[in-house]
């Protein structure tokens, strides 16, 4: 359901959100999150684009969230790089469906549930999780 692209962006952020009191730099960002280097180029420039993310040049330069983790939902970041797309009229184009069809009214109620649900979990939430298998980590915490 969700493209590579956001999958990336989701990644990077968890990154990022660990430690906000530093800038990271993009290869050490590629990385911890096992995304391609110059995908990571791409998913850092929309996230920069959206204001989700604030880059630094130069030494001791970097990436790093422009706001707090908190205030940050999944969904703010998969919009940011490729938003959620909804049914509002007929895919198909059919001048005789003036509202949506049944069929196109289950997806859309599909992708109104996904929507929503991404726009109730912040970053905040994820990084204090109690579980125990930890975003971006090799080893769970003991």
């Given at each position: 359901?969700?493209?590579?692209?956001?999958?990336?962006?989701?990644?990077t952020v968890?990154?990022l959100?660990?430690?906000g009191?530093?800038?990271?730099?993009?290869?050490v960002?590629?990385?911890?999150t096992?995304?391609?280097r110059?995908?990571?180029n791409?998913?850092l420039?929309?996230l920069v684009?959206s204001g989700?993310?604030s880059?630094r040049?130069g030494?001791?330069?970097g990436?790093?969230?422009?706001?707090?983790?908190?205030?940050i939902?999944?969904?703010?970041?998969?919009?940011?790089?490729g938003?959620?797309?909804?049914?509002r009229h007929c895919?198909?184009?059919l001048?005789?469906?003036t509202?949506l069809?049944?069929l196109?009214k289950?997806l859309d109620?599909?992708?109104?549930?996904?929507e929503e649900?991404?726009?109730?979990?912040?970053l905040g939430?994820?990084l204090?999780?109690?579980d125990?298998?930890?975003?971006l980590c090799?080893?769970?915490?003991?």
């Amino acid at each position: 359901m969700l493209s590579k692209t956001a999958e990336y962006a989701l990644r990077t952020v968890a990154c990022l959100s660990r430690d906000g009191s530093h800038a990271e730099r993009a290869d050490v960002l590629a990385e911890q999150t096992k995304v391609p280097r110059r995908y990571l180029n791409k998913v850092l420039k929309d996230l920069v684009e959206s204001g989700l993310v604030s880059s630094r040049p130069g030494p001791g330069g970097g990436y790093s969230l422009s706001r707090s983790p908190d205030e940050i939902t999944i969904l703010d970041v998969v919009n940011a790089v490729g938003p959620l797309e909804r049914i509002r009229h007929c895919p198909l184009g059919l001048p005789s469906h003036t509202q949506l069809c049944p069929l196109h009214k289950e997806l859309d109620k599909a992708y109104a549930a996904t929507e929503e649900a991404f726009a109730s979990v912040t970053l905040g939430q994820i990084l204090r999780s109690k579980d125990r298998i930890v975003p971006l980590c090799e080893v769970a915490l003991e």
